[in-house]
Every structure is written in C-alpha cells, then in structure tokens.
C-alpha cells in the first residue's frame, strides 16, 4: 500500500500561467511555501499568496 508524501514546498516558474491560478490556490490551502522567479513570483503575490523569491534565497537576480 502507498503512502501519500505531503508537499511542503513547491518552486513554481512557468511562462504559460493559463489555469495556474487553481492549482496555486489549492495549494496554499494545503499549507505549501512557494518559492518563484519573476512573473510567476508577481502572479502568485498578486493572488494575495506569500512566496518567496528565489533571487532572495540565493543572491542572484534570476535567469529564467
């Protein structure tokens, strides 16, 4: 029998961001931490959802 592993925390960069919103969301209310880049960084605080930019994480601007 398996066992479902429970997402803590998701990096989430996509240049597509059609239909992302549900996805997202269900996953903010699964209590995941988002860590972005860029536009999908601005999608997902636009939704009102914390994220943390990867840029802070490492120190250097994105290249995605």
Request: aromatic share 10%.
């Amino acid at each position: 029998m398996s066992h479902p592993i429970k997402i803590k925390n998701a990096l989430i960069s996509v240049y597509y961001k059609h239909n992302l919103e549900p996805l997202i969301r269900q996953l903010h209310a699964d209590g995941v931490t988002f860590y972005s880049t860029g536009g999908t960084e601005k999608f997902i605080r636009d939704l009102g959802i914390e994220v943390i930019a990867v840029e802070d994480l490492t120190g250097y601007p994105s290249i995605l």
